[in-house]
């Protein structure tokens, strides 16, 4: 089943969704939810700790649950760029697609110097470059940025 831009749009609000829920529970925003290729919703996650973020912890689970053959067609969705932790999971996790809405650079702009988020330099196109199996990424998504970037304002100050 092909995934349309709309299609793209509609499942990064989910996973900005996630992240505000996250947020309210006392987590760091970030979100993200892992979509099947019929299009049906696999599961979502928000970020728990500065070890345990959002796309990490989805993608064990989904390792857990399903089989490699299904995960290849299976596309992640991200309220941001993963780090390089978390696409790393996705590619071990045998996740064939990645989309996120905002780059690892914008949120360094959001977070600062934080502590709390040490944002790394790597974008996760590098990171899944250097695997030996392909790994479809899209994003950043310009029209969702003030969207996602909501629950960030003020968060990291």
């Known amino acids: 089943m092909t995934f349309t831009h709309e299609d793209h749009i509609k499942f990064l609000r989910q996973s900005i969704k996630v992240a505000t829920r996250a947020k309210s529970l006392g987590g760091h925003p970030f979100g993200a939810v892992l979509i099947g290729p019929d299009k049906e919703f696999l599961g979502d996650q928000g970020n728990i700790n500065v070890m345990n973020h959002a796309e990490n912890v989805l993608a064990q689970t989904a390792y857990n649950n399903y089989p490699a053959e299904f ?24 996740i064939g697609t990645v989309v996120y809405g905002m780059s690892e650079d914008r949120l360094l702009k ?39 970037a909501k629950d960030h304002h003020g968060f990291w100050n």
């Open 71 to 94: 995960l290849e067609k299976c596309t992640m969705y991200a309220s941001f760029e993963p780090c390089c932790m978390c696409a790393g999971s996705c590619y071990w996790a045998g």
């Open 110 to 148: 959001l977070t600062g110097s934080s502590g709390a988020n040490p944002t790394m330099s790597l974008p996760c196109r590098d990171v899944f470059a250097a695997g030996q199996r392909k790994v479809k990424v899209l994003g950043p998504f310009p029209e969702l940025e003030e969207e996602i």
